[in-house]
């Protein structure tokens, strides 16, 4: 049986979503499937709008209920720079997850370091610890095809990597 997989994000510009969405293509490309949900929001909509905030998905339900999860055997988490890490703690052994999300604050300034030595063809985002995408401080930069296309690859062996624990 495949393992059932849950994806849960929070995304303040949507860099964040199209991660996930792209996570989502590579465990479906795997074989496998997977349920995206966001984080609530913790802003209120003034605030938000002063910080140009795109509008919360419609088309992804909300968490407001951590129960929800007990059923899912992994997870994928994309942890945004503002809520810092929402990584369950106290999770039953067994239980697979990884993570994705933006590079902000001290990676940018890496690539200011680095920037002069021209060593990239195209800037990206992303680590050893998972896919990921910088992200302007207003939010206008967004996720390039490069960085889904790392996030899917991510999705892909994270679901095959699962499925050989779960198979």
């Known amino acids: 049986m ?6 849960v994000y929070y995304s303040m510009y949507g860099h964040i979503k199209q991660l996930a969405e792209a996570e989502k293509r590579g465990i479906e490309k795997a074989g496998g499937t997977a349920d995206l ?7 209120s909509d003034e605030v ?9 998905a419609t088309d992804v339900p909300v968490l407001n209920d951590p ?8 997870f994928l ?6 809520y810092g890490n929402f990584l369950p703690s106290g999770r039953p052994s067994g239980i697979r997850q990884a993570a994705f999300g933006p590079r902000v604050a001290s990676m940018e300034s890496w690539l200011a ?3 002069p030595l021209a060593l990239w063809e195209v800037v990206r ?24 296309e790392v996030a899917e690859i991510q999705g892909q062996e994270f679901f ?3 499925a050989k624990h779960f198979g």
Do not use: V
């Open 77 to 82: 988490l994309g942890i945004p720079t503002r």
């Open 113 to 115: 370091f680095l920037s």
């Open 125 to 148: 985002g992303g680590s050893p610890w998972g896919a990921g995408t910088f992200a302007a401080a207003d939010g206008s930069r967004q996720p390039s095809s490069k960085e889904l």
């Open 2 to 7: 495949a393992p059932k997989i849950a994806i």
């Open 67 to 74: 129960n929800t999860l007990a059923g899912y055997d992994a």
């Open 37 to 43: 949900y966001q984080i609530p929001e913790t802003l």
């Open 48 to 56: 938000l709008g002063k910080m140009h905030a795109a509008p919360k």
């Open 160 to 162: 095959q990597t699962t």
